[in-house]
């Protein structure tokens, strides 16, 4: 052939360019608001010709040399540190790093969340509903729940990572051959992604609909 199709690009390829451009606004090369533009356009490219431009004007990337080991120093710790201290202390204390924790990740994972395509679901639920033909589809959650509702007779491939969270994905994943792909990206934290068929979702709201009939 003189002129061969573009090969398409997968999520690595994405996973890349975002990656160099979230450091390009760590380093203030971009603002935020280019940086989320710049993402949905990445997360949205189908060949390498699509992520060229989107790291063009940035400088080359060099890898950043790893910081030097700090000289190890000694530490007296008060007497109430150790195991001999008050329960009370000790609680308060493995609770502030728990809270440390949660917010360290969610900082992690929030640009991610809330460059998804079809939107992110943020302390609440969220649904989003997949047209027939679509099939790539990029979602998000923190602190909540996200249900992606694909048609009837596809066959979902899922991705992506959600930490302290999981994405379920039982009949829509089931192999069918000959059936339309649709790829689902789900990224967050402390969170549920569900992928259901359009009949799984109806037999799910049938069933909240006959539990809400009976607390009444």
């Known amino acids: 052939m003189e002129n061969p199709p573009e090969p398409r690009i997968g999520d690595r390829e994405r996973r890349e360019v975002d990656e160099r451009l979230r450091r390009a606004h760590d380093d203030g090369m971009i603002t935020l608001s280019e940086y989320d533009e710049r993402a949905q356009a990445c997360y949205a490219a189908r ?5 060229m431009p989107l790291t063009a004007d940035l ?3 060099e890898p950043r040399p790893a910081p030097a080991p700090e000289p190890e120093t000694a530490v007296v710790e008060p007497a109430w540190h150790s195991d ?8 308060r204390r493995g ?3 728990l809270i440390a924790v949660v917010i360290g990740v969610a900082a992690i994972v929030a640009p991610g969340v809330f460059s998804a395509g079809q939107g992110a679901a943020v302390f609440g639920s969220r649904v989003v509903q997949v047209a027939p033909g679509e099939s790539d589809v990029s979602v998000g959650v923190l602190f909540g729940s996200t249900k992606v509702v694909v048609p009837d007779g596809t066959q979902v491939t899922t ?8 994405t379920d994905c ?5 192999p069918r051959p000959g059936a339309p792909q649709v790829q689902v ?3 967050g934290a402390f969170g549920s992604i569900d992928v259901l068929t359009a009949t799984e979702a109806a037999q799910d709201q049938d069933r909240r609909d006959r539990d809400d009939d009976g607390d009444g």
């Open 47 to 51: 060949y390498r010709s699509d992520l």
């Open 59 to 61: 400088p080359d990337d």
């Open 84 to 91: 001999t201290r008050p329960p009370e202390r000790r609680s």
């Open 95 to 97: 609770h502030g790093v």
């Open 159 to 166: 991705s992506g990572t959600t930490i302290f969270g999981s």
């Open 170 to 174: 039982d009949t829509a994943c089931t």
């Open 185 to 187: 990206t789900g990224r």
